[in-house]
Each structure stands twice: as C-alpha cells, then as structure tokens.
T-cell receptor
Framework: DTAVSQTPKYLVTQMGNDKSIKCEQN?????MYWYKQDSKKFLKIMFS???????INETVPNRFSPKSPDKAHLNLHINSLELGDSAVYFC????????????FGSGTQLSVL | GQSLEQPSEVTAVEGAIVQINCTYQ??????LSWYQQHDGGAPTFLSY????GLEETGRFSSFLSRSDSYGYLLLQELQMKDSASYFC??????????FGSGTKLNVKP
C-alpha cells in the first residue's frame, strides 16, 4: 500500500481552467502539507494542516485553496490557472507538527498551456 | 521564508566520500533534516539532527553544529545510485519547515 498517494500524476490543462489535486495518507499522521517544486527544483511550502486545521499558509495566491475533509486527506484546488503555476506539486505528511520527518507523495506534474 | 545555503552541484567518483554543507538562519531554528530526491521522484527522508553532533545511518551520516549554524551530510563509499539531489531542510518555530535549494550530486565511475 502506498503511504502517501496523490492523483493525478500528470495534469495538462489550459490557462484559465480550474483543477484539483487529491492527496490521501494511510500512515495515521496528524499533519499534511502541500509543496511546490519549480523548474529549478526549489521546494517551497504552500500549506500545512494539522488535524484538519490550517496551521501554515505561506504567501500563496488565493487562487489556491486547500481543503482537508479529514486528517487523512488534503486536497488542493486551483482556480484560473496561469502559466506560472506549472510545476510539480507534492503532498506530504508527518506524524507531528514538528515535521522533522516528512513522507512525500509521488508528485503531480502540472503543465499549464 | 528562511534562507538555507547549500552548494548547487557536487561531483565525485564511485567509492569516494563526499560532504554536502548547509548553513541556515538561527532565528527560531529547531532542527536540520536531509532528503534525497532522484530525478522524476519524490524527496525521501534521510536523517534529522536536533542536537549537536553526528548521526550515522549506514553509509550516510549527518552533522549539526548549532553554534556555527551549520550542518552537513556525509556520504561514504559512493555508489552510482547515489546520484541525486540532496536537500537540507530546517524546522523553525516548532512547525515551519523550509528546504534549501538542493545540491545535485553527480557520481562518476
């Protein structure tokens, strides 16, 4: 069983569309995250949820909206997609808020045309 | 976000030892982690240091010096499969985590 799974693996879409990425973890962790990795491989935290509560919200356009229906799921919805949103988006989880050890999903390659 | 500095690229030969350094900002610092990422893959956890000193896990070791705001990842007996990007990451203020820009390690035969 995959510990942190995210879907879809690839997402190709046109500018202006709205899309969602789903993430689920079966590790029983309390904390989940979304990270964005750009073409230069820089990993930037976007959001963090602890037990469905938003605890980190970095400077991210409000076109990005995370939703955590329960502590095992953290989805990312993106409105009005722009070219600059093209990147790999990683979901991750950790057993504690101290997040010294993160478990990553396999990533979603988003390409906005 | 916090600023973490690490070299952009390192090249070494199979069987050698390589050290990847990471310096970080001290304000709110809680601990230093290291992750490995192969091309097209996800980052995977390697080690974590909250206290000064060396942590050893097989061929990989990680070191932290809080007084110097500095840590490193040491890879011994390099293998071709170790070719990957290595990221240091810091926990700040208990629950914020930031990555460095990554070091691309090229292992040559």
């Amino acid at each position: 069983d995959t510990a942190v799974s995210q879907t879809p693996k690839y997402l190709v879409t046109q500018m202006g569309n709205d899309k969602s990425i789903k993430c689920e973890q079966n590790l029983g962790h309390d904390t989940m995250y979304w990270y964005k990795q750009d073409s230069k491989k820089f990993l930037k935290i976007m959001f963090s949820y602890n037990n469905k509560e938003l605890i980190i919200n970095e400077t991210v356009p409000n076109r990005f909206s995370p939703k955590s229906p329960d502590k095992a799921h953290l989805n990312l919805h993106i409105n009005s997609l722009e070219l600059g949103d093209s990147a790999v988006y990683f979901c991750a989880s950790s057993p504690r808020r101290t997040n010294e050890k993160l478990f990553f999903g396999s990533g979603t390659q988003l390409s906005v045309l | 976000g916090q600023s973490l500095e690490q070299p952009s690229e390192v090249t070494a030969v199979e069987g050698a030892i390589v050290q990847i350094n990471c310096t970080y900002q001290t304000s709110g610092f809680y601990g230093l982690s290291w992750y490995q990422q192969h091309d097209g893959g996800a980052p995977t956890f390697l080690s974590y240091n909250a206290l000064d000193g060396l942590e050893e896990t097989g061929r990989f070791s990680s070191f932290l010096s809080r007084s110097d705001s500095y840590g490193y990842l040491l890879l011994q007996e390099l293998q071709m499969k170790d070719s990957a990007s290595y990221f240091c990451g810091c926990v700040y203020n208990f629950n914020k985590f930031y990555f460095g820009s990554g070091t691309k390690l090229n292992v040559k035969p």
